[in-house]
């Protein structure tokens, strides 16, 4: 299973962004989907996720600004990101916990994007 994100770019603060990540290959479910971002020096954490069943979880710096989504038909999860802060700088990936065919059946792993950057300046 391959993850393709896209949506990164460099915007002005209070701006927006949309990320996109597509899941391909032999998937037979994807449970939960979720954004992370590093930021230079730091760890990797989480920014929002959202389960099968729609339940969302956010971090507290960006609640009320990121809205995560996802398309069950599509194997796609987005963050349309709001409000953007220059402390949004970041990679950002996502992180999809698929279920994949197998030789001897199935099983359920975390596959990751490569990561699409967000740059937020003045």
Known sequence: V???ASGGGSVQPGGSLRLS?????SIL???????YRQAPGKQRELVAEITSGG???YADSVKGRF???RDND???VYLQMN????????IYYCKQ?????TTWGSREYDAWGQGTLVTVSS
């Open 2 to 4: 391959q993850l393709q």
């Open 21 to 25: 990540c597509a899941a391909s290959g």
């Open 29 to 35: 479910s994807i449970n939960v989907m979720g954004w």
């Open 55 to 57: 339940t969302t979880n």
């Open 67 to 69: 809205t995560i989504s």
């Open 74 to 76: 599509k194997n796609t």
């Open 83 to 90: 409000g953007l802060k220059p402390e949004d700088t970041a």
């Open 97 to 101: 916990r698929v279920r994949s065919r």
